[in-house]
């Protein structure tokens, strides 16, 4: 059973350019969430995905946006990369079906911008 | 979502018994109590999850008291590789969709 993976693994870019991460999610998920995370601070929630919608939005500027396919897995983009945008991001799936629904992360992809 | 608070860090030797509290005064009735376990520069990896009472997995135990305005993670018999960030976190049960609110966690160092 395939956990949640992310990639790239590592991403170096310049400011002002455009990235793109990708997730895919537990098998069996159906919702995915996007987390920063910068060295030394816990997680901060970006955005949810559920049946391709966004559902749900932390306090990130326009510049991050995402999107989910039929296939539940989900892309984070950021426009006009700032330096204060390095940091670890990280996707969490989870199941609409279950009571709890327990966030499971993948690996996480780290960017740096320069 | 309820706010938990967390010791910033604790230190233990192999073998000994580690156990981290956490408090959420502000806990919700359908609020579930999650704790996650993080090395550096890794996702955050799932350890256990309750409601009341206690709840025992092969990685670690759960002790949630009546109130449930508090748990504490008890991780038996730690070895070095225990060492990593441990995050407490509550919400809700299926109420509409979830955004996990991490605070700065209790990093645990465990020595030889």
């Known amino acids: 059973d395939a956990g949640v993976t992310q990639s790239p693994t590592h991403l170096i870019k310049t400011r002002g350019q455009q990235v793109t991460l990708r997730c895919s999610p537990k098998?069996?998920?159906?919702?995915v969430s996007w987390y920063q995370q910068a060295l030394g601070q816990g997680p901060q929630f970006i955005f949810q995905?559920?049946?391709?919608?966004?559902?749900q939005r932390g306090n990130f500027p326009d510049r991050f946006s995402g999107h989910q396919f039929p296939n539940y897995s989900s892309e984070l983009n950021v426009n006009a990369l700032l330096l204060g945008d390095s940091a670890l991001y990280l996707c969490?799936?989870?199941?609409?079906?279950?009571?709890?629904?327990?966030?499971?992360f993948g690996p996480g992809t780290r960017l740096l911008v320069l | 979502l309820a706010k938990t608070t967390q010791p910033i860090s604790m230190d233990s030797y192999e073998g000994q018994e580690v156990n981290i509290t956490c408090s959420h005064n502000?806990?919700?009735?359908?609020?579930?109590i999650t704790w996650y376990q993080q090395f550096p520069s890794q996702g955050p990896r799932f350890i256990i999850q309750?409601?009341?009472t206690k709840v025992t997995n092969e990685v670690a135990s759960l002790f949630i008291p009546a109130d449930r305005k508090s748990s504490t993670l008890s991780l038996p018999r730690v070895s070095l590789s225990d060492t990593a960030v441990y995050y407490c976190?509550?919400?809700?049960?299926?109420?509409?969709?979830?955004?996990?609110?991490f605070g700065t966690g209790t990093r645990l160092l465990v020595s030889p």
């Open positions: 969490a799936s989870s199941s609409r079906d279950l009571v709890q629904e327990t966030q499971y």
């Open positions: 098998s069996g998920h159906d919702t």
């Open positions: 995905y559920y049946e391709e919608e966004e559902r």
């Open positions: 502000n806990i919700a009735t359908n609020d579930y």
């Open positions: 309750g409601y009341k």
């Open positions: 976190l509550v919400g809700g049960m299926n109420t509409g969709f979830q955004k996990l609110v």
